[in-house]
Protein backbone atom coordinates (compact mmCIF):
# COMPACT_ATOMS: atom_id res chain seq x y z
CA UNK A 1 0.00 0.00 0.00
CA UNK A 2 1.62 3.26 -0.82
CA UNK A 3 -0.02 5.28 2.12
CA UNK A 4 0.87 2.57 4.62
CA UNK A 5 3.80 1.13 3.32
CA UNK A 6 2.35 -2.57 4.20
CA UNK A 7 2.12 -5.52 2.20
CA UNK A 8 -1.77 -5.90 0.65
CA UNK A 9 -2.12 -9.99 0.55
CA UNK A 10 -3.87 -10.85 -1.96
CA UNK A 11 -4.14 -8.04 -3.69
CA UNK A 12 -3.05 -8.12 -7.52
CA UNK A 13 -3.10 -5.65 -10.59
CA UNK A 14 -5.67 -6.56 -13.14
CA UNK A 15 -5.60 -6.63 -17.27
CA UNK A 16 -1.89 -8.75 -17.30
CA UNK A 17 0.19 -6.18 -15.52
CA UNK A 18 0.48 -8.47 -12.96
CA UNK A 19 1.35 -10.91 -15.28
CA UNK A 20 4.05 -8.94 -16.68
CA UNK A 21 5.35 -8.42 -13.67
CA UNK A 22 5.71 -11.73 -12.61
CA UNK A 23 7.39 -12.48 -16.37
CA UNK A 24 9.92 -9.80 -15.68
CA UNK A 25 11.04 -10.90 -12.52
CA UNK A 26 11.13 -14.85 -13.62
CA UNK A 27 8.30 -15.69 -11.10
CA UNK A 28 5.48 -18.26 -12.19
CA UNK A 29 2.51 -16.45 -14.06
CA UNK A 30 -0.44 -16.91 -12.29
CA UNK A 31 -4.36 -16.39 -13.94
CA UNK A 32 -5.85 -13.15 -13.99
CA UNK A 33 -8.19 -12.35 -11.12
CA UNK A 34 -11.33 -11.69 -12.67
CA UNK A 35 -13.80 -9.08 -10.55
CA UNK A 36 -17.24 -10.24 -9.98
CA UNK A 37 -18.34 -7.35 -8.07
CA UNK A 38 -17.54 -4.38 -7.16
CA UNK A 39 -19.04 -1.29 -4.83
CA UNK A 40 -17.69 1.87 -3.44
CA UNK A 41 -17.19 2.42 -0.17
CA UNK A 42 -19.89 5.26 0.63
CA UNK A 43 -22.82 2.47 -0.73
CA UNK A 44 -21.03 -0.64 0.84
CA UNK A 45 -21.14 1.74 4.16
CA UNK A 46 -24.77 2.55 3.05
CA UNK A 47 -25.42 -1.19 3.55
CA UNK A 48 -26.05 -0.90 7.17
CA UNK A 49 -28.79 -0.06 9.40
CA UNK A 50 -26.86 1.79 11.56
CA UNK A 51 -23.80 3.72 11.03
CA UNK A 52 -21.08 5.16 13.94
CA UNK A 53 -17.69 5.85 14.40
CA UNK A 54 -15.10 7.09 16.51
CA UNK A 55 -11.74 8.92 15.37
CA UNK A 56 -9.42 11.29 16.52
CA UNK A 57 -9.28 13.39 13.13
CA UNK A 58 -12.81 13.74 11.77
CA UNK A 59 -13.93 17.44 12.14
CA UNK A 60 -11.72 18.13 9.16
CA UNK A 61 -14.60 16.03 7.12
CA UNK A 62 -17.20 16.89 8.99
CA UNK A 63 -18.86 18.25 5.87
CA UNK A 64 -18.41 14.72 3.65
CA UNK A 65 -19.75 12.98 6.26
CA UNK A 66 -23.08 14.85 6.65
CA UNK A 67 -23.31 15.14 3.12
CA UNK A 68 -22.79 11.59 2.34
CA UNK A 69 -24.11 9.34 5.30
CA UNK A 70 -26.57 12.20 6.77
CA UNK A 71 -23.98 11.63 9.81
CA UNK A 72 -23.03 14.39 12.32
CA UNK A 73 -19.81 15.13 14.05
CA UNK A 74 -19.36 15.70 17.50
CA UNK A 75 -16.50 16.93 19.15
CA UNK A 76 -15.36 15.40 22.41
CA UNK A 77 -12.84 17.43 24.50
CA UNK A 78 -9.83 15.60 25.66
CA UNK A 79 -9.85 14.13 28.79
CA UNK A 80 -6.70 16.30 29.62
CA UNK A 81 -5.61 19.91 28.34
CA UNK A 82 -3.14 19.11 25.21
CA UNK A 83 0.12 20.77 26.06
CA UNK A 84 2.05 19.83 22.74
CA UNK A 85 3.77 22.51 20.93
CA UNK A 86 3.44 22.59 17.17
CA UNK A 87 5.76 24.86 15.40
CA UNK A 88 4.89 26.91 12.66
CA UNK A 89 6.24 25.06 9.18
CA UNK A 90 9.68 25.57 8.16
CA UNK A 91 10.30 25.52 4.33
CA UNK A 92 13.55 25.16 2.47
CA UNK A 93 14.27 25.27 -1.14
CA UNK A 94 15.70 21.99 -1.53
CA UNK A 95 15.06 18.40 -0.28
CA UNK A 96 18.74 17.93 0.40
CA UNK A 97 18.57 21.31 2.30
CA UNK A 98 15.87 19.91 4.49
CA UNK A 99 16.81 16.38 5.24
CA UNK A 100 20.30 18.36 6.64
CA UNK A 101 18.13 20.23 8.90
CA UNK A 102 15.79 17.16 10.03
CA UNK A 103 19.04 15.36 10.99
CA UNK A 104 20.51 18.19 12.85
CA UNK A 105 17.37 18.43 15.16
CA UNK A 106 17.34 14.32 15.28
CA UNK A 107 21.04 14.99 16.77
CA UNK A 108 20.11 17.44 19.10
CA UNK A 109 16.86 15.82 19.90
CA UNK A 110 19.33 12.46 20.41
CA UNK A 111 22.08 14.70 22.66
CA UNK A 112 19.42 15.88 24.80
CA UNK A 113 17.49 12.41 25.26
CA UNK A 114 14.48 13.89 24.15
CA UNK A 115 12.92 10.67 21.99
CA UNK A 116 12.22 11.69 18.41
CA UNK A 117 9.08 10.23 15.94
CA UNK A 118 10.19 10.87 12.15
CA UNK A 119 7.23 10.71 9.65
CA UNK A 120 7.98 9.66 6.05
CA UNK A 121 5.60 9.65 3.14
CA UNK A 122 7.21 6.29 1.49
CA UNK A 123 9.34 3.20 2.42
CA UNK A 124 12.17 4.36 0.22
CA UNK A 125 12.27 8.04 1.80
CA UNK A 126 12.42 6.31 5.48
CA UNK A 127 15.39 4.00 4.06
CA UNK A 128 16.95 7.22 2.94
CA UNK A 129 16.53 9.04 6.10
CA UNK A 130 17.87 5.83 7.90
CA UNK A 131 21.12 6.02 5.58
CA UNK A 132 21.95 9.48 6.23
CA UNK A 133 21.53 8.75 10.14
CA UNK A 134 23.64 5.23 10.38
CA UNK A 135 26.59 7.85 8.27
CA UNK A 136 26.02 10.19 11.11
CA UNK A 137 26.21 6.89 13.98
CA UNK A 138 22.98 7.92 15.46
CA UNK A 139 20.99 4.61 16.78
CA UNK A 140 17.48 4.14 15.47
CA UNK A 141 14.49 2.03 14.53
CA UNK A 142 12.48 1.83 11.15
CA UNK A 143 9.14 0.91 11.19
CA UNK A 144 8.01 0.42 7.59
CA UNK A 145 6.49 -2.33 5.97
CA UNK A 146 9.61 -4.81 5.79
CA UNK A 147 10.06 -4.60 9.62
CA UNK A 148 5.69 -5.29 10.13
CA UNK A 149 5.98 -7.89 12.34
CA UNK A 150 7.75 -5.89 14.69
CA UNK A 151 5.59 -2.56 14.41
CA UNK A 152 4.02 -2.86 18.04
CA UNK A 153 6.94 -3.61 19.55
CA UNK A 154 9.33 -1.05 17.93
CA UNK A 155 6.24 1.54 18.80
CA UNK A 156 6.02 1.07 22.44
CA UNK A 157 9.90 1.60 22.82
CA UNK A 158 9.84 4.98 20.81
CA UNK A 159 9.13 7.62 23.67
CA UNK A 160 12.46 5.68 25.26
CA UNK A 161 14.86 8.62 26.29
CA UNK A 162 17.31 9.44 23.39
CA UNK A 163 15.17 6.90 20.88
CA UNK A 164 14.63 7.54 17.38
CA UNK A 165 12.09 6.13 15.34
CA UNK A 166 11.38 6.71 11.40
CA UNK A 167 7.83 5.63 10.79
CA UNK A 168 5.91 5.60 7.26
CA UNK A 169 3.59 8.31 8.05
CA UNK A 170 0.79 5.70 8.66
CA UNK A 171 2.56 3.14 10.13
CA UNK A 172 1.88 3.55 14.09
CA UNK A 173 -0.84 5.76 13.70
CA UNK A 174 -3.93 5.81 16.71
CA UNK A 175 -1.10 3.97 19.20
CA UNK A 176 -0.25 5.24 22.42
CA UNK A 177 3.53 6.24 22.25
CA UNK A 178 4.26 6.06 26.39
CA UNK A 179 6.87 8.33 27.23
CA UNK A 180 10.54 6.12 29.16
CA UNK A 181 8.97 3.30 27.33
CA UNK A 182 5.93 0.29 27.95
CA UNK A 183 6.84 -1.87 31.24
CA UNK A 184 3.91 -4.67 29.80
CA UNK A 185 5.48 -4.63 26.23
CA UNK A 186 9.51 -4.88 27.87
CA UNK A 187 8.33 -7.26 30.54
CA UNK A 188 7.35 -9.09 27.73
CA UNK A 189 10.75 -9.22 25.50
CA UNK A 190 12.83 -9.56 28.74
CA UNK A 191 11.09 -11.51 31.44
CA UNK A 192 11.75 -15.35 30.62
CA UNK A 193 10.03 -16.50 34.16
CA UNK A 194 6.34 -17.46 34.21
CA UNK A 195 3.80 -14.64 34.97
CA UNK A 196 2.70 -14.81 39.13
CA UNK A 197 6.23 -16.02 40.42
CA UNK A 198 8.41 -14.07 42.62
CA UNK A 199 10.98 -13.82 39.74
CA UNK A 200 8.67 -12.29 37.55
CA UNK A 201 6.91 -9.50 40.04
CA UNK A 202 10.74 -8.71 40.94
CA UNK A 203 11.77 -8.27 37.35
CA UNK A 204 8.67 -6.45 36.39
CA UNK A 205 8.99 -3.94 39.37
CA UNK A 206 12.69 -3.13 38.10
CA UNK A 207 11.66 -2.67 34.54
CA UNK A 208 8.64 -0.24 36.10
CA UNK A 209 11.03 1.60 37.86
CA UNK A 210 13.80 2.13 35.19
CA UNK A 211 10.97 3.22 32.93
CA UNK A 212 9.34 5.91 35.58
CA UNK A 213 12.83 7.02 36.14
CA UNK A 214 12.88 7.29 31.96
CA UNK A 215 9.84 9.06 32.03
CA UNK A 216 10.93 12.05 34.04
CA UNK A 217 14.28 12.27 31.82
CA UNK A 218 11.88 12.20 28.80
CA UNK A 219 9.54 14.88 30.32
CA UNK A 220 12.43 17.05 31.13
CA UNK A 221 13.97 17.31 27.84
CA UNK A 222 10.12 18.26 26.54
CA UNK A 223 8.82 14.84 25.43
CA UNK A 224 8.10 13.19 22.18
CA UNK A 225 9.22 15.47 19.43
CA UNK A 226 7.17 14.45 16.17
CA UNK A 227 9.07 15.41 12.80
CA UNK A 228 7.18 15.33 9.59
CA UNK A 229 9.00 15.29 6.49
CA UNK A 230 6.38 16.33 3.87
CA UNK A 231 2.94 17.79 4.48
CA UNK A 232 0.09 15.48 2.59
CA UNK A 233 -2.82 16.32 0.76
CA UNK A 234 -4.88 15.42 3.56
CA UNK A 235 -5.17 17.72 6.62
CA UNK A 236 -6.51 14.72 8.34
CA UNK A 237 -3.18 12.75 7.91
CA UNK A 238 -0.81 15.62 9.07
CA UNK A 239 -3.04 15.69 12.31
CA UNK A 240 -3.20 11.72 12.67
CA UNK A 241 1.07 12.28 12.65
CA UNK A 242 0.90 15.43 15.22
CA UNK A 243 -0.84 13.39 17.86
CA UNK A 244 1.50 10.51 18.20
CA UNK A 245 2.91 13.39 20.92
CA UNK A 246 1.42 14.91 23.27
CA UNK A 247 -1.46 12.34 24.34
CA UNK A 248 -2.97 12.39 27.87
CA UNK A 249 -1.42 15.63 28.77
CA UNK A 250 2.25 14.77 28.47
CA UNK A 251 4.83 17.25 26.79
CA UNK A 252 5.73 17.53 23.00
CA UNK A 253 6.21 19.02 20.08
CA UNK A 254 5.77 18.78 16.34
CA UNK A 255 7.49 20.04 13.69
CA UNK A 256 6.87 20.32 9.51
CA UNK A 257 9.87 20.00 7.59
CA UNK A 258 8.98 21.44 3.96
CA UNK A 259 11.18 22.15 0.66
CA UNK A 260 9.58 23.25 -2.60
CA UNK A 261 10.28 19.84 -4.59
CA UNK A 262 8.12 18.04 -2.50
CA UNK A 263 4.64 16.94 -4.09
CA UNK A 264 2.09 19.64 -2.43
CA UNK A 265 4.71 22.62 -3.05
CA UNK A 266 4.89 22.01 -6.48
CA UNK A 267 1.05 21.62 -7.42
CA UNK A 268 0.75 25.31 -5.83
CA UNK A 269 3.62 26.60 -8.04
CA UNK A 270 6.97 26.53 -6.36
CA UNK A 271 8.53 27.78 -9.49
CA UNK A 272 7.12 31.38 -8.15
CA UNK A 273 7.64 30.89 -4.43
CA UNK A 274 11.63 30.01 -5.46
CA UNK A 275 12.11 32.96 -7.79
CA UNK A 276 10.56 35.19 -5.23
CA UNK A 277 12.93 33.26 -2.06
CA UNK A 278 15.93 34.27 -4.60
CA UNK A 279 14.59 37.62 -4.67
CA UNK A 280 14.76 37.75 -0.50
CA UNK A 281 18.48 36.47 -0.98
CA UNK A 282 17.29 32.99 0.88
CA UNK A 283 20.84 31.57 1.23
CA UNK A 284 21.91 27.64 0.60
CA UNK A 285 20.90 25.93 4.38
CA UNK A 286 18.82 29.17 5.36
CA UNK A 287 14.71 28.61 5.77
CA UNK A 288 11.79 30.68 5.76
CA UNK A 289 9.39 30.37 9.03
CA UNK A 290 6.43 32.34 9.25
CA UNK A 291 2.48 31.42 9.83
CA UNK A 292 1.56 32.70 6.55
CA UNK A 293 3.27 30.05 4.84
CA UNK A 294 1.64 27.77 7.35
CA UNK A 295 -2.05 29.82 6.34
CA UNK A 296 -0.78 29.35 2.53
CA UNK A 297 -0.45 25.87 2.92
CA UNK A 298 -3.68 25.19 4.79
CA UNK A 299 -5.38 27.08 1.69
CA UNK A 300 -3.79 24.39 -0.65
CA UNK A 301 -4.40 21.69 1.10
CA UNK A 302 -8.16 22.86 1.35
CA UNK A 303 -8.35 22.91 -2.11
CA UNK A 304 -7.12 19.14 -3.21
CA UNK A 305 -9.31 17.83 -0.48
CA UNK A 306 -12.31 19.82 -1.73
CA UNK A 307 -11.50 18.68 -5.57
CA UNK A 308 -10.76 15.10 -4.21
CA UNK A 309 -14.26 15.01 -2.37
CA UNK A 310 -15.59 16.63 -5.88
CA UNK A 311 -14.49 13.23 -7.20
CA UNK A 312 -15.41 11.13 -4.59
CA UNK A 313 -18.93 12.46 -5.14
CA UNK A 314 -19.19 12.18 -8.86
CA UNK A 315 -18.10 8.23 -8.31
CA UNK A 316 -20.72 8.03 -6.54
CA UNK A 317 -23.70 9.88 -8.45
CA UNK A 318 -22.62 7.20 -11.42
CA UNK A 319 -22.31 4.41 -8.82
CA UNK A 320 -25.80 5.13 -7.45
CA UNK A 321 -27.46 3.83 -10.80
CA UNK A 322 -25.62 0.47 -10.54
CA UNK A 323 -26.47 0.51 -7.08
CA UNK A 324 -30.36 -0.30 -7.89
CA UNK A 325 -29.20 -2.91 -10.34
CA UNK A 326 -27.09 -4.52 -7.38
CA UNK A 327 -29.60 -3.95 -5.02
CA UNK A 328 -31.69 -6.38 -7.46
CA UNK A 329 -29.15 -8.95 -7.57
CA UNK A 330 -27.88 -9.05 -4.30
CA UNK A 331 -31.72 -9.48 -3.02
CA UNK A 332 -31.72 -12.31 -5.70
CA UNK A 333 -28.77 -13.89 -4.17
CA UNK A 334 -30.55 -13.13 -0.48
CA UNK A 335 -33.57 -15.04 -1.36
CA UNK A 336 -31.28 -17.86 -3.03
CA UNK A 337 -29.35 -18.33 0.03
CA UNK A 338 -32.96 -18.36 2.57
CA UNK A 339 -34.28 -20.92 0.32
CA UNK A 340 -34.31 -24.43 1.24
CA UNK A 341 -35.25 -25.88 -2.04
CA UNK A 342 -33.87 -23.96 -5.29
CA UNK A 343 -34.61 -26.68 -7.62
CA UNK A 344 -37.63 -24.33 -9.36
CA UNK A 345 -35.61 -21.55 -9.47
CA UNK A 346 -32.43 -23.42 -11.11
CA UNK A 347 -35.46 -25.17 -13.65
CA UNK A 348 -36.41 -21.08 -14.71
CA UNK A 349 -32.53 -20.19 -14.46
CA UNK A 350 -32.41 -23.37 -17.13
CA UNK A 351 -35.19 -22.37 -19.01
CA UNK A 352 -34.24 -18.70 -19.68
CA UNK A 353 -30.82 -20.15 -20.61
CA UNK A 354 -31.81 -22.17 -23.07
CA UNK A 355 -34.80 -19.60 -24.47
CA UNK A 356 -31.48 -16.88 -24.78
CA UNK A 357 -29.74 -19.45 -26.95
CA UNK A 358 -32.53 -20.55 -29.39
CA UNK A 359 -33.84 -17.24 -29.72
CA UNK A 360 -30.16 -16.20 -30.69
CA UNK A 361 -29.08 -19.28 -33.22
CA UNK A 362 -32.71 -19.35 -34.62
CA UNK A 363 -34.18 -16.14 -34.51
CA UNK A 364 -37.84 -15.41 -34.96
CA UNK A 365 -39.66 -15.19 -38.87
CA UNK A 366 -35.88 -16.80 -40.05
CA UNK A 367 -35.63 -19.49 -42.67
CA UNK A 368 -34.77 -22.86 -41.65
CA UNK A 369 -31.21 -22.39 -44.08
CA UNK A 370 -30.62 -19.15 -42.15
CA UNK A 371 -30.37 -20.90 -38.48
CA UNK A 372 -26.68 -21.12 -37.05
CA UNK A 373 -27.40 -24.73 -35.68
CA UNK A 374 -23.32 -25.78 -35.37
CA UNK A 375 -23.52 -22.85 -33.12
CA UNK A 376 -26.45 -24.09 -31.09
CA UNK A 377 -25.04 -27.57 -30.66
CA UNK A 378 -21.18 -25.82 -29.72
CA UNK A 379 -23.15 -23.66 -26.90
CA UNK A 380 -25.71 -26.68 -25.38
CA UNK A 381 -22.45 -28.67 -24.83
CA UNK A 382 -20.31 -25.64 -23.64
CA UNK A 383 -22.75 -24.68 -20.72
CA UNK A 384 -25.20 -27.91 -20.40
CA UNK A 385 -22.31 -30.64 -21.39
CA UNK A 386 -24.92 -32.37 -23.89
CA UNK A 387 -24.03 -33.62 -26.87
CA UNK A 388 -27.62 -33.27 -28.87
CA UNK A 389 -28.25 -34.24 -32.25
CA UNK A 390 -29.67 -30.54 -32.72
CA UNK A 391 -28.82 -30.60 -36.28
CA UNK A 392 -31.09 -33.41 -36.90
CA UNK A 393 -33.75 -32.11 -35.01
CA UNK A 394 -33.69 -29.18 -37.33
CA UNK A 395 -33.86 -30.96 -40.85
CA UNK A 396 -37.02 -32.46 -39.14
CA UNK A 397 -38.16 -28.98 -38.12
CA UNK A 398 -38.12 -27.74 -41.61
CA UNK A 399 -39.20 -30.55 -43.13
CA UNK A 400 -42.51 -30.17 -41.38
CA UNK A 401 -42.30 -26.58 -41.67
CA UNK A 402 -42.74 -26.94 -45.79
CA UNK A 403 -45.24 -29.70 -45.42
Not at 142 to 167: K, M, S, W
Not at 202 to 226: C, F, M, N, P, S
Not at 384 to 392: A, R, S, Y
Request: hydrophobic share 35%; with cysteine; charged share 30%.
Amino acid sequence: DEFTGRMMEGRRYSEGLHQALEAKEGVEIQNENQTLASITFQNYFRLYPKLAGMTGTAMTEAGEFHQIYGLEVIEIPTNVPCIRKDEDDIVFRTGSEKFEAILDLIEDCHKRKQPVLVGTVSIEKSEELSARLKKRKIEHNVLNARFHDQEAQIIAQAGRPGGVTIATNMAGRGTDIQLGGNVDMRALIEIKAEPGTPEYEAHYKKIADEIATDREIVKQAGGLYVIATERHESRRIDNQLRGRSGRQGDPGASSFFLSLEDDLMRIFGSERIDSMLQKLGLQEGEAIVHPWVNKALEKAQQKVEERNFEIRKNLLKFDDVMNDQRKVIYEQRKELMAAEDVSEDVADMRHQVIDDMVALTMPEKAYAEQWAMDTLHEEVLRVFGLDLPVQEWAKEEGIADAE
